[in-house]
């Protein structure tokens, strides 16, 4: 009978969780979706505006270059150029490769002396024949360079010989030689000289070794790697050097190897000038900016920029350009521009903008966590609702069926009990017997009316009590005896304890006796086999405190339940309770009544062995 309803309560309950779906879950996912998708394209517009701003100072970098390397290329002794170069088909020359050297036609009898001299001097046939031919290799010397090839054979054969007097002679005279005077490497006589002296501890000719050293520096890139190490070492034996000299020629040495370092590895930047003579290549490190003096000239000529002079230089004019690693492609990370083809380069920006970037991320993610906050409790606030009238509904419409049952068995009964009196046939025992049962079926009937009319009051706030003194004892036993017909008619035995001690209390007799009345009733329909109810009356634990207790031996409540059951509409739902006629309201309103006298009712109940509902009236209400 409760089917359709309940199929229909189904569907409705289905419609509402779509609509709650609809109206909250798909806004939500909507909103999540639309903040998510922001803060997406948010990144990739910050992302994109960083590149555009990268590749703008690149540029603007790049053209500063160009403009500060287009004046380097005008003034070829800026300090900023490490080495002038000159290219030609087998890569870079440099210019101490192409020094003029001493002419390699030297007489036969100055080469046969002076190999005589070395032959003596390296297989030891002895100093004086070593000597001997060293002295005849200088007389038959026929230029200055042949001189000083064989002073210097001569000096080390004295050396040699432990003759330190006649070689520092010898030295003294070669320290006195033009720096000019180059042996075929290209590195003057008088630096040999100085490097033997200035070991000599004595530094007795500290100033003339000083001279020759600082005019053989003055020759600059025409000396040849060998004479720089030369010229150091002359430096460190001196002692006396100066700082700035050590600074000048350790700078001399790092710019020589530098160069040979790119003299060795040309190739590898080689390909750069194929498309134009105006491009630069970068080499080394420290960074070399490595491009052809002037573009379309003859000969072409490499020009070796030092970058970071140059760098600083622009940051020193426009200060607002942005530091620029530059590295061979491969390493950096954006190509720098034409002028530097293979050049890639690396930009450090400081940007202010990673901090609001980083709070407008955070705000986005608070709002959203906020509006999803208010919306998800707006639904469920809405759900909650929506489940209790859900809820209601469903235990409305049980209440209408079951009053209905409850009101169709007594109605039968007074029908049918009518009917039979009508007749002339029936004796006088039945006639009063039928009498009987009417009486006691509408009494029934007025019960379940009293109920529903009292419940729908109280639903209203309606409901008012009358309270007046009343013997506790009689309001019981009137109990007692309304119920005592229907009790006996079904095979139940009431016993009845009542504690005649108790004073007079103010209740409202007829709520209290209604109160009992339900929970007799409830013993009866709930006794199952059991055919034995107590109805009793006595003092509870604080003085003036009465408990009204009904016990049944019947089917008994899960403990789960006992809160529940005091809940309106609401029924245990075993198959066997079902079967019971009820509206769900007989214990709501008991507990109404008792809270309206400042009690308290109670359940102690054990499935299978029957329950005990005590009513606790406080001393106050007595
Ligand atoms: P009704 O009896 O009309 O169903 P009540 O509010 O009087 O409604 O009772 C609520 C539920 O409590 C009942 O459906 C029943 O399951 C349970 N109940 C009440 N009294 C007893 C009892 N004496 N024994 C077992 N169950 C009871």
Known sequence: ????????????????????????????????????????????????????????????????????????????????????????????????????????????????????AETAEFSNLGGALAERAAQSAVS??????????ARLVLARIFTKAGRGADAEQVYLTLLGEPVSTVDSLGTPFALYAAEWLASAESHRH??????????????????????????????????????????????????????????RDFVTIAGVWRASDAAWAVFGSPRWLVGIDHPGGEPRRLLSVRLDPVVDAIHRTSADLA?????????????????FPGVKARIAIIRPASGPRWMQRGFYAVALAIVLGVTSFGGFLLWRDVQRDIRLAALRSQFVSSVSHELRTPLTAIRLFADALRSDQIGASSRHEYVDTIVNESERL?????????????????????????????????????????????????????????PPAPVDGDALQQAILNLLTNAMKYSGTGRDIDLRLAPGAAHGDAIISVVDRGTG??????????????????????????AGLGLTLVDHIVRAHGGSIRVDSTPGLGSTFSIHLPGTAT
């Not at 910050?46 to 160009?66: G, M, P, Q, S, W």
């Not at 001493?102 to 036969?108: L, N």
């Not at 000299?245 to 040979?260: M, N």
């Not at 530091?323 to 002028?339: F, H, I, K, N, R």
Request: charged share 25%.
């Open 206 to 263: 500290a100033a003339s070794i000083g001279a020759v050293v600082a005019s053989a520096i003055k020759r600059e890139w025409s000396l040849p790697p060998v004479a720089w190490y030369l010229a150091r070492s002359v430096d460190r034996a001196d002692g006396a050097g100066d700082a700035s000299l050590a600074r000048t020629l350790a700078q001399r040495i790092a710019d020589v190897e530098q160069a040979l370092a790119l003299q």
């Open 446 to 502: 007025t019960r379940l009316l009293n109920n529903v009319l009292d419940f729908s009051q109280i639903e209203q706030g309606g409901k008012a009590y009358r309270f007046e003194p009343r013997s506790l004892g009689d309001v019981v036993r009137v109990a007692a005896r309304v119920m005592a017909y229907p009790l006996e008619q079904h095979g139940f035995t009431l016993h009845l304890e009542i504690d005649d001690s108790l």
């Open 323 to 339: 530091a620029v690693t530059l590295a061979p492609a491969g390493a950096g990370d954006e190509w720098l521009g034409d002028a």
């Open 1 to 116: 009978m409760n089917r359709p309803f309940t199929s229909d309560l189904h569907r409705l309950s289905i419609r509402r969780v779509g609509l709650f779906i609809a109206t909250m879950a798909v806004p939500c996912v909507v909103l999540l979706a639309l903040g998510v998708q922001t803060v997406v394209q948010q990144e990739e517009l910050a992302v994109k505006h960083a590149a555009d701003d990268r590749r703008l100072r690149l540029n603007e970098f790049e053209k500063a270059l160009v403009t500060a390397l287009d004046r380097v290329r005008d003034q070829p002794h800026d300090s900023s150029v490490a080495i002038v170069g000159t290219l030609s088909d087998n890569g870079v020359v440099w210019p101490w490769d192409t020094v003029a050297r001493p002419s390699a036609a030297s007489s036969a009898r100055f080469e046969a002396a002076l190999s005589d």
């Open 557 to 582: 409540i899960p403990l789960h339940e006992h809160v529940r059951i005091f809940e309106k509409f609401y029924r245990v739902g075993t198959p066997e309770n079902q079967r019971i006629p009820g």
């Open 140 to 149: 038959a010397a026929a230029n200055a360079v042949e001189k000083c090839r």
